[in-house]
């Protein structure tokens, strides 16, 4: 009945590496716990979207990043705050969209949801390999609920760098509700389960820019694809 929004941390360029100058070190666009600056742009099944992000240094070990996201040719706004280390692989992310046209059949249907999400670097393969387990809980709300419902979310990144400058992510993702969302005018509660999975291969290049392209499928056989560009500075 619902489109499904899937939160998922691989399609949010979170990869930083905190540097004075970007052009005299390569950013590590693999690693989600590396920090940057950047401008992004994605065009594929979901319309266009733009992102902006800025980031900083909070102390020797630990920096800050905040993203501004419009996504789905401006019906989707997101928004993102983070903390991150990248010595020992630690992140903490919150994680809010606000969404003006979330039903498929109904126009201006209106949805919001926030998650708060912790995250584990865990390498392998002298760093070439990534395990990246990471949880997070919220709530979700849209028109035709009574209120809000409490969600969590479970979602574990396999990386793997190819290359310097290639690399692929796969990301499983599952997506459940405490209890039922209570629904209005007489139609039925829905419990919120939903099983998704997430593909990006990327590759950078002059040492501060990549282009990947992302396949999502989720267990209602529906697969979405999109091609992004960043740019960081």
Known sequence: MFNKITLSLAMLSLPMHVSADVSEEDIDFSNPTSVYSAFDVNAGTDGVALGLTLAGELSDNWAFLSKLELRENTDMLRVRGAAVANDI??????????????????????????????????????????????????YTNNDFARSSTNIWMAQSMIIHNWTDNIWTNFTPIWTNSFSDMEMKNGMANQRIKSFDMEFVAGYRFSGNQNVRLHLNHNEDNKTETWAAYTYAF
């Open 89 to 138: 692989g630690t992140g903490f992310m919150l994680d809010y969209i606000k969404h003006n046209d979330f039903h498929i059949d109904i126009e201006d249907s209106k949805s919001e949801t926030l998650v708060i999400n912790a995250m584990q670097v865990l390498p392998f393969n002298d760093g070439k390999t990534m395990l990246v387990p990471i949880v997070g809980i919220g």
